[in-house]
């Protein structure tokens, strides 16, 4: 019987695919079989220990997701040079702590044009290809920030939130066409992103903790290893569903 969890002769494009969780995921589909193109605003030149380490199956290509206007050209280009994508990974983020009276307009649209308009314009691209092979699978990486108040990341929590009507949105337009698009929800992941979002902030930390039972931050693989799953045929079944990966935070007293 066939391994239902393999990626063998899928090809994934990744953004923010060489860094924090990104790379974890990068990492865990290659393990899992698939080809994996990382995309993200670093120089190639910088990435290219990770290539190394991840293997031929791995490779990097420098593209900012917020030059939406060149989206659909990148990712055309890129499959006649690779061949087609068969699984879109919604990842890349940016940050913003700051209560709401000292958050700009520029700022809260700078993380929406990541989160948001980045991932939009990636899947407007993925989609007609997919549609044609009536096969593909679309990954966002939604946030605890989806479903809990929190304080002082009303940018953030927007367009991870928007996340979700997008997933459902996605899902009853595109699985007609035998296109599958779920989310992940991380809890707390021991990310850079998340020692600067706790920077100085114990009893934020403190709260995190608390709340969650298993008691721990998450690993990156944690997320990697799940969008594994939401990949592969283990799932062909799963479809416009956000999957947490918490630690139980969600359910947490």
């Given at each position: 019987?066939?391994?239902?969890?393999?990626?063998?002769?899928?090809?994934?494009?990744?953004?923010?695919?060489?860094?924090?969780?990104?790379?974890?995921?990068?990492?865990?589909?290659?393990?899992?079989?698939?080809?994996?193109?990382?995309?993200?605003?670093?120089?190639?030149?910088?990435?290219?220990?990770?290539?190394?380490?991840?293997?031929?199956?791995?490779?990097?290509?420098?593209?900012?997701?917020?030059?939406?206007?060149?989206?659909?050209?990148?990712?055309?280009?890129?499959?006649?040079?690779?061949?087609?994508i068969s699984v879109l990974v919604n990842n890349a983020g940016n940050h913003l702590k700051k209560p709401v009276e000292e958050t700009s307009d520029e700022e809260f649209m700078n993380i929406f044009q990541v989160h948001v308009?980045?991932?939009?314009?990636?899947?407007?691209?993925?989609?007609?290809?997919?549609?044609?092979?009536?096969?593909?699978?679309?990954?966002?990486?939604?946030?605890?920030?989806?479903?809990?108040?929190?304080?002082?990341?009303?940018?953030?929590?927007?367009?991870?939130?928007?996340?979700?009507?997008?997933?459902?949105?996605?899902?009853?337009?595109?699985?007609?066409?035998?296109?599958?698009?779920?989310?992940?929800?991380?809890?707390?992941?021991?990310?850079?992103?998340?020692?600067?979002?706790?920077?100085?902030?114990?009893?934020?930390?403190?709260?995190?903790?608390?709340?969650?039972?298993?008691?721990?931050?998450?690993?990156?693989?944690?997320?990697?290893?799940?969008?594994?799953?939401?990949?592969?045929?283990?799932?062909?079944?799963v479809n416009g569903v956000v999957l947490p990966v918490d630690g139980g935070a969600l359910i947490g007293f």
């Amino acid at each position: 019987m066939m391994n239902p969890f393999t990626l063998a002769g899928e090809r994934a494009l990744i953004s923010g695919g060489a860094t924090g969780i990104g790379l974890a995921m990068s990492a865990c589909f290659v393990e899992a079989g698939a080809e994996v193109i990382a995309i993200g605003r670093k120089p190639a030149q910088e990435v290219q220990l990770i290539a190394e380490e991840l293997g031929p199956n791995f490779r990097y290509e420098s593209f900012d997701i917020t030059d939406t206007s060149r989206s659909a050209q990148f990712v055309r280009e890129l499959e006649e040079r690779t061949g087609p994508i068969s699984v879109l990974v919604n990842n890349a983020g940016n940050h913003l702590k700051k209560p709401v009276e000292e958050t700009s307009d520029e700022e809260f649209m700078n993380i929406f044009q990541v989160h948001v308009m980045g991932a939009l314009a990636l899947t407007r691209a993925v989609v007609p290809g997919m549609k044609v092979r009536k096969k593909g699978s679309i990954i966002f990486q939604a946030s605890m920030s989806s479903f809990i108040g929190m304080p002082n990341i009303i940018a953030y929590s927007a367009a991870k939130s928007a996340y979700l009507g997008m997933v459902r949105s996605l899902a009853s337009e595109v699985s007609p066409h035998g296109i599958r698009v779920n989310a992940i929800a991380p809890g707390w992941i021991e990310t850079p992103m998340l020692h600067k979002a706790l920077a100085g902030d114990e009893e934020r930390a403190s709260r995190i903790l608390k709340r969650t039972p298993m008691g721990t931050f998450g690993k990156p693989e944690d997320i990697g290893w799940a969008g594994v799953y939401l990949a592969s045929p283990a799932a062909k079944f799963v479809n416009g569903v956000v999957l947490p990966v918490d630690g139980g935070a969600l359910i947490g007293f």
